[in-house]
């Protein structure tokens, strides 16, 4: 659902969103839904920056509350932080899709990358609340991009996932024998 201070770019990148998680979920890729909010507050109210989009969260999605641009600095997951669960989920190479790529993506993707992992961007999934939302998201994911990040689109993920599930099916049928 758009919220008042959403546009047709950040509605359109929602809806993308929308669509490549659902199929993220589909080959049982986890999706972290991560959102604003502080101690008092919860994912359906929270207003700590700017709150483009509403989400629901589908069964088996983890919630994610963040009080600062990058969740590797201060996040709550149960009780847990952003770092620990995707380190022992063993998690190590995030697919990045969301809002304010000159701030809060950029934050996310330079904590994760001084931290080891192996970010990349989806960049049709990652959008801006600007005058001009193209050029501040290709300005922001290519300087992500001089710091090691992999930039992609959702189809060549979706691709990537495809050719992995395949691997695992013939490794299996291999396996057989």
């Known amino acids: 659902m758009l919220k008042p201070n959403g546009t047709e770019q950040t509605r359109a990148v929602a809806e993308r969103i929308r669509d490549v998680a659902d199929e993220f979920r589909r080959f049982g890729v986890p999706v972290y839904l991560i959102y604003y909010g502080f101690a008092d507050e919860d994912h359906t109210t929270a207003n700590g920056g700017l709150y483009l989009v509403e989400y629901k969260p589908e069964r088996g999605d983890v919630l994610v509350r963040k009080e600062e641009m990058s969740p590797f600095r201060h996040s709550d997951i149960g009780g847990d932080d952003l770092h620990n669960v995707l ?49 501040a998201v290709s300005r922001a994911l290519g300087e992500l991009e001089k710091h090691g990040a992999i930039r992609c689109n959702s189809l060549e993920a979706l691709s990537y996932l495809q050719g992995l599930r395949h691997y695992e099916r013939t490794a299996e049928h291999v396996l057989e024998y």
């Open 87 to 135: 380190k022992a989920r063993q998690i190590d190479t995030p697919w990045v899709a969301g809002f304010q790529a000159s701030l809060c993506i950029t934050e996310l993707g330079l904590d994760a990358l001084d931290k080891g992992y192996k970010v990349h961007l989806l960049e049709d999934c990652i959008g801006e609340n600007d005058p001009i939302p193209e050029l």
